[in-house]
């Protein structure tokens, strides 16, 4: 597609929910990227994958939270019972390769109640 | 981990004005980029600029990476460009993400 696919776009759960995000990526992109922004801040590094290949996930807060790309596309961030410090934008981006520009989708906010 | 620094936090300006905006960052860094958050959360790559200087019309960007530094010129403002500015590095091997400075939240006024 022309620009990075985040959905849903907003997502309310309720506390220990299981919840899953889905990334669609540039088409072509193999480097794909999580990161989670919460209210004023900067976003922070989640998880990254070059491929289908997770090559780094240091930044994933606990392990109530996975991620995937199974076929090198379309990427699943999952987190289970969530809480309410999860409440957060998560955020995609996908870039051609490792060291240059990225594209970001819009994100999906997630409100944990 | 590496640390990323962003000036002014808050700038507030007339439309029309001027300004820089300036990253300090605490390490060595093979990718530097600027990004703008608008008032709607979307975040729009402006700038690839691991060492340089680079313009794309009101815009332009200079790094200078022996001085661990960035800076982000906006010239002859317009209210779109309100929103924020962040300043994201990456030290080496792709595999560590971005780390992102707290950004400068920039105002343009009518």
């Known amino acids: 597609g022309a620009g990075v696919s985040q959905s849903p776009r907003y997502k309310v759960a309720k506390r220990g929910q299981d919840v899953a995000l889905r990334c669609d990526p540039i088409?072509?992109?193999?480097?794909l990227f999580w990161y989670q922004q919460a209210l004023g801040q900067g976003p922070e590094f989640l998880t990254y994958?070059?491929?289908?290949?997770?090559?780094?996930k240091s930044g994933l807060p606990s392990d109530r939270f996975f991620a995937e790309r199974p076929e090198g596309s379309v990427s699943t961030l999952k987190i289970q019972r969530t809480q309410q410090e999860d409440s957060a934008v998560y955020l995609c981006?996908?870039?051609?390769?490792?060291?240059?520009?990225?594209?970001f989708g819009s994100g999906t906010r997630l409100t944990v109640v | 981990g590496i640390q990323v620094e962003q000036s002014p936090p808050d700038l507030i300006l007339q439309e029309g004005a001027n300004s820089t905006l300036r990253c300090n960052f605490s390490?060595?860094?093979?990718?530097l980029q600027w990004f703008h958050q608008n008032p709607w959360g979307q975040l729009i790559n402006l700038f690839y600029?691991?060492?340089g200087t680079k313009q794309n019309g009101r815009l332009s960007a200079t790094t200078v990476a022996t001085e661990r530094y960035s800076l982000l010129y906006i010239s002859s403002s317009q209210t779109t460009d309100s929103g924020v500015y962040f300043c994201?590095?990456?030290?080496?091997?792709?595999?560590?993400?971005?780390?992102f400075g707290k950004g400068t939240h920039l105002i343009i006024q009518p």
């Open positions: 981006a996908s870039s051609l390769l490792t060291s240059s520009g990225y594209t």
């Open positions: 088409s072509g992109h193999v480097s």
């Open positions: 994958f070059q491929n289908e290949a997770q090559l780094d």
């Open positions: 390490d060595s860094v093979n990718n």
């Open positions: 600029i691991p060492s």
């Open positions: 994201a590095v990456e030290t080496g091997g792709g595999a560590d993400g971005l780390t």
